[in-house]
């Protein structure tokens, strides 16, 4: 079993800058890809970023390209998701994923098993 925590989200203006936390227990964590995903209202859940057991390896939505970083600690059991430029279209709950199979996986939600409670990042224009 795998507990996810988000933390980090809340409101902000356009162009500001906000870093998400997600704290990890229960498993190998650094053995496990990790993912963010988001859900806007009325909107099906997206993915947004993802990083490989390593941390060598990120990957992102077109819509964050530039603007959104991932990275992962794993001697602090942790994920983040740094995230500049912000535009009132970014406004959504945010997930943490972790990866149902070791070392790697995609951006799609069937690849991810555990996810956590979600955190809300408001992006006012």
């Known amino acids: 079993q795998v507990q996810l925590v988000e933390s980090g989200g809340r409101l902000v203006q356009a162009g500001d800058s906000l870093r998400l936390s997600c704290a990890a227990s229960?498993?190998?964590?650094?053995?496990?890809?990790m993912g963010w995903f988001r859900q806007a209202p009325g909107k099906e859940r997206e993915f947004v970023a993802g990083?490989?057991?390593?941390?060598?390896?990120?990957y992102y939505a077109d819509s964050v390209k530039g603007r959104f970083t991932i990275s992962r600690d794993n001697a602090k059991n942790a994920v983040y998701l740094q995230m500049n430029s912000l535009k009132p279209e970014d406004t959504a709950v945010y997930y943490c994923?972790?990866?149902?199979?070791?070392?790697?996986?995609?951006?799609?939600?069937?690849?991810?098993?555990?996810w956590g409670q979600g955190t809300q990042v408001t992006v006012s224009s």
């Open positions: 994923a972790a990866a149902r199979s070791a070392f790697t996986a995609g951006s799609t939600q069937g690849e991810y098993g555990y």
């Open positions: 990083v490989n057991w390593s941390g060598g390896t990120t």
């Open positions: 229960g498993r190998t964590f650094r053995i496990y890809a």
